[in-house]
């Protein structure tokens, strides 16, 4: 057993089962931990996460090549999200790029940075790209103290869309909060210090909920959809050629419009993620996460027709819910 497992035991952790892996949910007093992540600082691990490292001379072309980031124009020590696509313009996979000077590191959801690395071998032909993956801890500090607890645990900040170095790893700042990676040997290390410095502990069930209540998408959302239907157009540089799913991406640019798009569900009682959405006996779309909040009961992220506004009433498994607009809150 690892001392950041018997940490998260000590804590009372409850596991759920999340991509094929057991990630604490909640520690005990799941809206402690919601309230947490609103109004102080929740430390949350992800530590079942790949990271991927791509090195070699043709790395930054090779990966600009790959996905929807304009990798060429990133830094050492800067940080960019990339969707990596399918033929037919779809979210595949994605995951979180940092410039480290002579290496790429990406890490990626539970299976992803597998996949990732998968993906890049079938297409490195006399490219020079070594890829290697490895383990770490990886943390995600939320909330609007967290800089303030990462500065008492002795951590230089650095700037939105940016990282700074730690011993063997990073801390990044992103739109969201902080990422830290760190050697697994000193995750138990970090965590405690964090936790000294004033983080609250959060499973991952309190993280959905924050994330949903913002209109964030994440796996359940995105996974084969056009990053224009979830709310990812964002995460495509406008006029970046030559990368799989690039030409989808340039139609779309220039008719500048899709079917679905991302909303919100206010619903009666929680439905399967997954489940139908209809619309005066019609299908509409299709739920994505579903969470309860402490605020605001049962919601959740789901892709529906754009004739779909605010107010509309509809039915998800025979549940009745009114589509949103996102983020529920602020």
């Not at 090195?55 to 050492?76: E, Y």
């Not at 490219?127 to 801890?137: G, K, N, R, S």
Request: hydrophobic share 45%.
């Amino acid at each position: 057993m690892s001392g950041l497992k018997r940490l998260h035991d000590a804590l009372g952790a409850v596991y759920a089962e999340v991509r094929g892996v057991a990630v604490p949910w909640r520690y005990g007093n799941e809206a402690a931990e919601h309230a947490a992540l609103r109004t102080g600082a929740g430390l949350v691990d992800q530590s079942e996460r790949g990271v991927l490292a791509l090195s070699g001379a043709d790395r930054v072309d090779f990966l600009n090549g790959q996905c929807t980031a304009n990798i060429k124009a990133l830094t050492p020590g800067g940080v960019v999200e990339a969707l990596f696509l399918n033929a037919r313009g779809q979210v595949e996979l994605f995951g979180t790029v940092y410039h480290r000077g002579e290496a790429l590191w990406i890490t990626a959801p539970s299976g992803m940075s597998q996949a990732l690395e998968a993906r890049f071998r079938r297409y490195i032909i006399f490219d020079q790209v070594a890829l290697e993956p490895f383990e770490a801890a990886q943390f995600r500090l939320v909330g609007p103290k967290a800089g303030e607890v990462l500065g008492r645990a002795g951590y230089a900040l650095p700037e939105a869309g940016r990282f700074v170095e730690v011993k063997g790893g990073l801390l990044a700042r992103d739109a969201h909060g902080y990422a830290l990676v760190v050697p697994v040997e000193d995750a138990e290390a970090a965590w405690r210090a964090l936790c000294a410095a004033g983080a609250t502990p959060v499973g991952r069930g309190a993280l959905e909920v924050w994330r949903v209540e913002r209109g964030i998408p994440d796996l359940p959302e995105a996974l084969g959809r056009l990053p224009q239907e979830v709310g990812l157009e964002d995460l495509v540089h406008p006029g970046k050629g030559c990368y799989l799913g690039q030409e989808i991406m340039a139609r779309l640019e220039a008719r500048g419009n899709v079917r679905r798009r991302l909303m919100g569900l206010r619903l009666g009682e929680v439905v399967p993620s997954g489940a139908e959405v209809t619309h005066e006996g019609r299908a509409v779309g299709q739920v994505g996460t579903v969470v309860r909040s402490p605020r605001l009961g049962a919601v959740a992220l789901a892709v529906l027709g754009k004739a779909l506004e605010p107010g509309d009433r509809v039915e998800v498994g025979g549940v009745a819910a009114e589509v949103a607009a996102l983020p529920f809150v602020d």
